[in-house]
């Protein structure tokens, strides 16, 4: 499972490593190095240094996180056309007859054997700690592979240290060319491509002197710059980009993926990330500190126990499916209402019956034939009033959940109508949009003094809600979105679903799930009302809060991919659309 994790923690599994298992930096290091080469030869054998990168798009990651059993496909990282089969990069045959497969056959390491290297001459960026050991590692590699190197270096080579100067000394036995920055004047323009091996997951702030000097000459360059481990100038754990920072074309992400990889603006100067094997056990990671991961379909079957197929008992009935209620929708904001009723449909709950002010009803009658409506407001206004929380509760009473918030509207009372519906019923409740807005009223520690609820709770704000609930501003929340999303689920005890590119959901028990379903177009009014559907959906089927706002999430995401498939066209979505493509 492709675990993700902080700079402390990987600092903590890469010495648990070393100290108690006894496997040696040297190795590691030497692992990454050949990592990193193997990644250049596959550019390189791609043709992509004079393009784009094809079908990759900026912050994909390449789920193939090899040597530690989990393959989620992929070709073995070197470019064969053929999935899941290695190829030899040559062949030879000395025995008798031509035959494939008999003795006499000589091959090659398919990883770092190009057939016809011809002009390539890389850069290699090389900083003074552990990072700049990789990147010379992987020097001697692609000197090996037939690729022209020179050695950049940052600081003198003296100051590189341990494992770093063991193959700085090796490089310059090999008589491997090396310059020093401010010593000997660089033309990028007469380079390949880039290894950015200056500044690892340690490294804070903004680059300053030879580093930052480098970064901008390679980012001016335009040629395809390829990290070793995170891009030069980039937060490890938050994912903020110092100015300047390396825009990579590819990142080998070393041993365990990294939160600022996965986490924007990072996951944009990442470009493609490769997560590559070097020796830690990927197991360790979660016993170094709270367990991230990447939501997969892997994930969600296999740690979340989750059956992604949706399959159905052969017996069941609309029953068995439970049974969803919505207070949701105002007069001018109705459709939020009928968005999240008809998602839940949608997702599989065999009942639902959207709550809404009475004067809205004759107005939405038979629009979705499927769905119960009730009115649960008093007077003739289309708007909620505080008396309507006694309604909510009584037909709560033979409901399996309670989703609240979309198209809701503010009103007075609202806060503590909230509230009763927190302390009052025993449904699931799943808490969105305006709802959202009169919890962050209760002040920042709202649920916890409104008590511990005997169901789940689960909340799923957008960016500007969560930093309302938080007391900050948003930029401020996006810029550690994991870290906070984490931390209130933990300290409050709910469910949190951070809405937005790379949506984090976060569980009152410290664990997270960083999903990559989805797009850019889901950028529309009314998506969020429709994951609030999906998510109490599933809710109502018997799946747990931390299951339901996984899945919920995942669907959410796969439904959207479908659906601008569909209309040819991100942009051209509407939230609508996600609901007929789920």
Not at 44 to 55: I, K, Q, Y
Request: with cysteine; charged share 20%; hydrophobic share 40%.
């Amino acid at each position: 499972m492709l675990f993700i994790v902080t700079a402390d923690q990987m600092r903590a599994v890469d010495e648990y490593t070393i100290q108690q298992l006894g496997i040696p930096a040297v190795s590691l290091m030497e692992n990454a190095g050949r990592a990193i080469a193997e990644e250049v030869i596959k550019l390189c054998r791609e043709g992509m240094l004079d393009n784009d990168l094809g079908g990759g798009n900026c912050g994909e990651v390449d789920k193939a996180q090899r040597g530690n059993g989990q393959v989620e496909g992929g070709d073995g990282g070197y470019g064969w056309p053929n999935r899941g089969q290695q190829k030899e990069a040559w062949r030879a045959h000395t025995g008798p007859g031509d035959r494939v497969g008999y003795w006499g056959d000589i091959l090659a390491d398919p990883a770092l054997v190009m057939a016809h290297p011809g002009d390539q001459h890389w850069y290699m960026l090389i900083g003074k700690g552990n990072n700049g050991g990789d990147g010379l590692v992987a020097a001697r590699h692609l000197v090996e592979a037939g690729l022209g190197v020179t050695l950049v270096y940052a600081d003198a080579p003296v100051a590189l240290q341990g494992e770093a100067a063991v193959q700085r000394d090796a490089a310059a036995k090999l008589g491997i060319p090396a310059v020093v920055h401010g010593r000997e004047a660089m033309d990028f323009s007469r380079c390949t491509g880039i290894v950015d091996a200056l500044l690892g997951t340690g490294s804070r702030g903004a680059p300053r002197g030879a580093y930052a000097a480098l970064i901008r000459a390679a980012n001016d360059s335009g040629k395809p710059v390829v990290s070793a481990d995170v891009p030069s100038g980039l937060d490890a754990d938050t994912g903020e980009v110092y100015e300047p920072c390396i825009e990579a074309r590819v990142t080998v992400c070393l041993a365990l993926l990294k939160r600022g990889l996965v986490q924007y603006p990072g996951a944009s100067a990442a470009g493609r990330i490769v997560v590559r094997a070097i020796g830690i056990p990927a197991r360790l990671a979660p016993e170094h500190g709270p367990s991230v991961r990447l939501l997969t379909d892997e994930v969600l079957r296999g740690a979340l126990r989750v059956d992604t197929g949706r399959r159905r008992a052969p017996d069941g009935h609309k029953g068995t499916y439970g049974h969803v209620l919505l207070a949701a929708g105002s007069m001018p904001m109705s459709g939020a209402g009928l968005l999240s009723a008809k998602a839940a449909l949608r997702a599989g709950c065999g009942l639902a019956t959207w709550a809404l002010p009475a004067a809205l009803l004759p107005h939405v009658i038979g629009t979705v034939p499927e769905l119960m409506l009730a009115a649960a407001a008093d007077g003739n206004s289309g708007e909620w009033n505080a008396a309507s929380a006694a309604a909510v509760l009584r037909l709560a009473e033979s409901r399996d959940v309670l989703a609240t918030g979309p198209g809701l509207g503010r009103f007075k009372g609202d806060t503590d109508w909230l509230r009763r519906l927190w302390q009052q019923t025993d449904r699931p409740l799943v808490i969105d949009a305006d709802a959202l807005n009169m919890l962050a009223d209760a002040g920042p520690d709202g649920p916890r003094t409104w008590g511990q609820r005997s169901a789940a709770t689960i909340l799923t704000p957008h960016p500007g809600e969560m930093g309302r609930l938080l007391r900050m501003s948003t930029p401020e929340l996006q810029r550690d979105r994991i870290g906070h999303a984490a931390r209130y689920a933990r300290e409050q005890g709910v469910t949190l679903v951070l809405k937005g590119a790379r949506t984090v959901i976060a569980t009152p028990s410290g664990e997270a799930y960083i999903n990559t379903t989805g797009h850019a177009g889901m950028a529309t009014g009314g998506a969020g009302d429709v994951l609030t559907g999906i998510i109490a959906g599933l809710l109502a089927q018997g799946l747990g809060a931390e299951q339901a706002a996984a899945f919920g999430v995942y669907l959410h995401g796969q439904a959207a991919e479908r659906a601008a498939l569909h209309r040819g066209d991100p942009s051209s979505l509407l939230a609508g659309d996600i609901i007929d493509a789920l």
